[in-house]
């Protein structure tokens, strides 16, 4: 969604008509409140939130692990990985 | 162009430090690097093990850097790199034989750098990163 004058209200006029604000989200089309000029909160339509969380929560799912592969893998130990800051020093 | 098969150690590091060789590594142009499924999952399981959260981003970043080989674990090599090399790093070892790489690049000096690795990987040759370096550097 473009943000642009239309969509930004300051929070103080938006009070007397939240229930109309509300009926206008819709999927990527949301509010923006602000106070003292600045950005402070939206309303935003709660399926496009949970697609927003749900795409966050891909995003921190990505992995290279394959299970599969795990059994060829091991666990570095903490000495050797001091031996190698050693041997990466520059 | 030079390709260089990249191990679990390096990466990790790289991860682990961004001003060691391991690092540098990965801005050097002229060389092309690679590594399998295996050394990332190994990696990955010990970044998210041994290392913090933030790390796990560096390790994404790095990881785009890198050509991912489809390769998967030769077992038939694994037991043949057995008799070089210490079992725990023979898997390493296989695949990074099995990657026909100019180069495997790896921190173990200990393990890797010996006569009889240098001998089952010819001719691939191996090196640490801070002699990668040198060598591109010089050309």
């Known amino acids: 969604m473009i943000i642009n004058p239309l969509n930004i209200i300051p929070i103080t006029r938006a ?37 927003l969380e749900n795409q966050v929560k891909k995003a921190y799912k ?13 666990e570095f130990t903490d000495e050797e990985i001091k031996v190698w800051e050693k041997e990466d020093a520059l | 162009m030079k390709t260089v098969f990249v191990d679990s150690s390096v990466i990790f590091s790289a991860v ?20 399998s499924k295996v050394v990332l999952t190994e990696t990955e399981r010990n970044v998210r093990e041994k290392l913090h959260e933030y790390h796990l981003e560096r390790f994404f970043m790095l ?31 296989a695949e990074s034989k099995k990657s026909v790489a100019n180069f495997l690049v790896t921190l173990d000096k200990k393990h890797f750098l010996t006569s009889s690795v240098s001998k089952f990987i010819k001719p691939q040759k191996v090196l640490t990163p801070k002699m990668l370096i040198e060598i591109i550097e010089k050309r």
Do not use: W
């Open chain 1, 62 to 74: 990505k992995t290279f692990i394959d299970p599969k592969l795990l059994r060829y893998t091991r």
């Open chain 1, 15 to 51: 009070r007397s008509k939240l229930g109309n604000l509300a009926e206008k989200v819709a999927k990527d089309k949301y509010i923006i409140l602000t106070k003292d000029g600045s950005p402070k909160a939206a309303i935003v339509d709660i399926s496009y939130l949970a697609h």
């Open chain 2, 16 to 35: 682990n430090s961004p001003t060691g060789g391991s690092s540098k590594i990965f801005i050097l142009k002229k060389i092309k690097l690679i590594t």
């Open chain 2, 63 to 93: 990881v785009d850097k890198m050509e991912i080989l489809k390769q998967l674990p030769d077992n038939k090599l694994i037991q043949k790199a057995k008799k070089v090399i210490a079992e725990k790093d023979s898997v390493i070892l």
